[in-house]
């Protein structure tokens, strides 16, 4: 099985902060990566596909980067909405696995 | 509007059983593959199952397998998992998700799943 591992577990960001996630898969996944966030009590939603490419209905303030074992997710202007938790995904092989998480507090 | 509605949740003791409903509607069930995607509490989701949209193929999770079993009717646009030999690790929040090329772009709210003696 692919592991994928999320870096920080647990960030504070400021309203109109930029933050970035890093999410590392245990062996190259190419651009099969997507990021999904979730809030507290409610299913995760996907945010990102194909490492890059924005889920329709998504705001331009996400976007992600990276190739083979690592990648990123940036928020360019922290907004209340977004006080989640955030969570990346690997679909280049069975079994699709996840990463653990990354919660972002308000500063 | 799409969307994905799970029922049959509950308190199970383990060794015990119990079988999860999702009712699908606002897209064409019969054409998609589903899935069931847990969580545990306090960790990332865990692929479990899915099933292709004719439901003459399903997959799990090592797992799961041999203890669960997914299956569909389409006449209802219902997805079922079937759990048997309920385990402690087995507590988790069960969400049925529609698959669009292995990611999961529909999700229902969940139905929550305790194993406890």
């Known amino acids: 099985d692919i592991q994928m591992t999320q870096s920080p577990s647990t960030l504070s960001a400021s309203i109109g902060g930029r933050v970035t996630i890093t999410c590392r898969a245990s062996?190259?996944?190419?651009?099969?990566l997507a990021w999904y966030q979730q809030k507290p009590g409610k299913a995760p939603k996907l945010l990102i596909y194909?490492?890059?490419k924005l889920q329709s209905g998504v705001s331009s303030r996400f976007s992600g980067s990276g190739s083979g074992t690592e990648f990123t997710l940036t928020i360019s202007s922290m907004q209340p909405d977004d006080f989640a938790t955030y969570y990346c995904q690997q679909y280049t092989s069975s079994p699709l696995t996840f990463g653990g998480g990354t919660k972002v507090e308000i500063k | 509007e799409a969307q994905l509605l799970e029922s049959g949740g509950g308190l199970v003791h383990p060794g015990g059983s119990l079988r999860l409903s999702c009712s699908a509607s606002g897209f064409t069930f019969s054409a998609n593959t589903m899935a069931w995607v847990r969580q545990a509490p306090g960790k990332g989701p865990e692929w479990v199952s899915e099933?292709?949209?004719?439901?003459?193929?399903?997959y799990y999770a090592d797992s799961v397998k041999g203890r669960f079993t997914t299956s569909r009717d389409n006449s209802k646009n219902t997805l079922f998992l079937q759990m048997s030999s309920l385990r402690d690790e087995d507590t988790a929040i069960y969400y049925c998700?529609?698959?669009?090329?292995?990611?999961?772009?529909?999700w229902g709210r969940g139905t929550l799943v305790i194993v406890s003696a």
């Open positions: 099933i292709s949209g004719s439901g003459r193929s399903a």
């Open positions: 998700a529609k698959e669009y090329g292995s990611l999961f772009d529909l």
């Open positions: 062996q190259s996944i190419t651009t099969f």
């Open positions: 194909r490492a890059s």
